[in-house]
């Protein structure tokens, strides 16, 4: 027969454990003293699995003596100090994050459907938003909780389609799961850019509506760091930070998980790249000029 506690045991209990938190914590903070060279980063798990992790080669050969250690962290914003976090990857208002100084925007994401190409030569057409009724709908659950905007009923909604719930539906819990079912062919994803911009230049995903279908997300990825971290912290965070700010530059180009764009090897588009990140960089460590919010539906099929 198990043991029950009392209210004064609980009481105790909470506060052991209040102890125990506080000496991890501050273990935490002394073994970070020692490993200067060590930078934690957090991100919601899909933009570390699918933007951040690509990209940790590309880092850790421009600063090998910077060991970045992912936190993947869902459903609440991160603690920066009592969660042992340098620096962390959440979503914004894109003015918020524009006028705090220690939050930098970095990209928006671009929301359409994608498939495996196999399916767009089967016997059931996609040729315009009204045929997704016709094949299966591939639900994320964590994406919709964390946005609304990435939810079939209401990204159709806004294509004028208002017949979400009459077309079969396969949800999943996490991002990384659904775009998986879509690479197999079992339906149709809402695809993130700049998320799905490997699977896309790999062939393992296509969008079958080309880029006239798509809708911008209201909220941005931002990159938030601690205040007050210290001489050592900022060096490794300033390198982070201009890192992440390079490759967020070159999105709307990049062809694959590198974040360079698919014109790279051409000179005569890789100095518009280039200065295109001058201008993004100038943005943001300057005066920050106003991000339009709202979602824009490059094209509407009925």
């Not at 918020?96 to 030569?121: I, K, T």
């Not at 089967?122 to 964590?142: G, V, Y």
């Amino acid at each position: 027969m198990g043991s029950k506690l009392t209210d004064d045991g609980r009481v105790l209990l909470e506060g052991v454990r209040a102890g125990l938190d506080s000496i991890l914590l501050a273990s935490e903070r002394v073994r970070s003293r020692s490993r200067v060279g060590v930078l934690t980063v957090a991100a919601p798990a899909a933009f570390a699995t699918w933007w951040l992790v690509p990209r940790r080669g590309r880092f850790a050969a421009l600063h090998p003596d910077i060991e970045v250690r992912i936190a993947a962290m869902d459903g609440r914003e991160p603690d920066l100090w009592r969660d042992g976090i340098d620096v962390a990857v959440v979503k914004r208002n894109a003015k918020l994050a524009e006028h705090n100084p220690f939050e930098m925007p970095l990209l928006r994401e671009v929301v359409f459907p994608v498939c495996a190409p196999s399916l767009l030569g089967r016997e059931l057409p996609l040729r315009s938003p009204q045929d997704l009724f016709r094949h299966t709908l591939i639900e994320c659950d964590a994406a919709e909780a964390e946005d609304g905007e990435f939810s079939w009923s209401a990204w159709l909604a806004r294509l004028g389609l208002r017949q979400a719930g009459a077309a079969r539906q396969l949800r999943f819990s996490h991002f990384g799961l659904a775009l998986s079912a879509a690479i197999d062919g079992l339906g149709v994803a809402l695809g993130r850019s700049p998320m799905v911009d490997a699977e896309l230049a790999a062939g393992r995903l296509a969008r079958p509506f080309g880029k006239k279908v798509a809708a911008k997300a209201l909220n941005v990825f931002a990159l938030v760091w601690r205040e007050g971290g210290g001489l050592a912290q900022d060096q490794r965070v300033a390198a982070f930070r201009d890192f992440a700010l390079d490759e967020s530059c070159g999105c709307e180009l990049a062809a694959g998980p590198c974040g360079m764009p698919a014109s790279d090897k051409d000179v005569h588009t890789r100095s518009a790249w280039m200065a295109g990140r001058a201008a993004h960089r100038a943005m943001v460590q300057g005066g920050r000029s106003g991000t339009r919010e709202q979602i824009a539906v490059a094209g509407r099929s009925r």
